[in-house]
């Protein structure tokens, strides 16, 4: 299972979409890279990457870990 998560909102209380199963995932070798298949036929992926100290991308820090409570009671809205 997984869902987005509003990338400005550091108090983890809002998700941007509803959990969702998906079928599969893809680490790229040698990167942060990784993709998430939504569909069996892969036609829905959404690709992302862990971010890295002083992203280049976004600008933003790190990818940290997440206490697994606080992702459980993410709220939608």
Not at 23 to 38: A, N, R
Not at 48 to 53: A, I, V
């Amino acid at each position: 299972m997984f869902c987005r998560v509003i990338k400005t909102d550091h108090s983890l209380s809002i998700a941007a979409s509803e959990w969702t199963a998906f079928c599969q995932l893809e680490f790229e070798e040698g990167t942060d890279s990784f993709v998430v298949w939504l569909n069996e036929d892969g036609t829905r992926r959404l690709r992302s990457w862990r971010h890295l100290d002083h992203c280049d991308s976004c600008g933003g820090e790190a990818t940290t870990e997440l206490d697994l409570t606080a992702i459980a009671s993410l709220k939608t809205d």
